[in-house]
């Protein structure tokens, strides 16, 4: 606000990245989570003490959609605008696959993606049904190399032991649902953009 002041003349942007954290609904806070109260209030009074401030501008990210319950809606009017930019497609979702494997020396070494094409696909074709985004697949992606190591380790034929689909499928059973909460089709007056990240 200050330097708003200052320089009135110059565009500012306070950008907030999980904001959600700061949008605690007041009846989520509870009795032990007071100072999450705190932060919404701050925060509100902050929002409100600019408003009338055209050359300050705050962008909220979140993977949390706002009609889950999960985001307060007091906090929400105070923003003109929401935008939804899409999840990812199944080859947006395959290629995320591919990148976060590129080190993995057992999936390389052994043609992991080119041998197993259409489980693959398949496996892809699941996480664009669940609605998973790019931060689940780095998820799914890290236990499977987990559950893969605790195998190796145990083995008595190292050599022989190949990364299979079994420990994508495992990792999508123990993950569970997507970070994001999403729910239902967005409000009506959510703008649809696409773009190969995951919701805001």
């Known amino acids: 606000k200050k330097q708003a002041e200052k320089h009135p003349d110059k565009k500012f942007v306070v950008g907030f990245n999980e904001i959600d954290s700061l949008l605690v609904p007041r009846e989520k806070c509870g009795a032990n989570n007071l100072h999450l109260a705190e932060n919404r209030t701050a925060f509100l009074n902050g929002l409100d003490d600019i408003a009338n401030f055209s050359n300050i501008k705050i962008v909220g ?13 007091a906090s929400l009017s105070r923003f003109k605008n929401m935008i939804e930019i899409e999840l990812p497609t199944e080859k947006e979702l395959k290629a995320a696959l591919e990148f976060h494997f590129k080190d993995a020396e057992n999936v390389v070494k052994h ?58 499928e495992k990792a999508f059973d123990l993950k569970g649902p997507t970070t994001g909460s999403i729910a239902g089709e967005p409000i009506p007056r959510w703008q649809n953009i696409k773009a190969p990240t995951e919701q805001i």
Do not use: C, M, W
Request: glycine share 2%; hydrophobic share 30%; aromatic share 10%.
């Open 61 to 73: 990210t979140t993977n949390v959609h706002p009609e889950s319950g999960n985001l307060d809606k």
């Open 111 to 168: 043609k992991f993606f080119e041998n197993n094409k259409t489980t693959v696909n398949a496996f892809v074709k699941k996480l664009r049904e669940n609605k998973y985004s790019q931060r689940d697949v780095e998820d799914i992606v890290k236990k499977a190399s987990s559950e893969f190591a605790i195998d190796i380790n145990n083995s008595k034929n190292i050599a022989n032991e190949k990364f299979d689909i079994k420990y994508l």
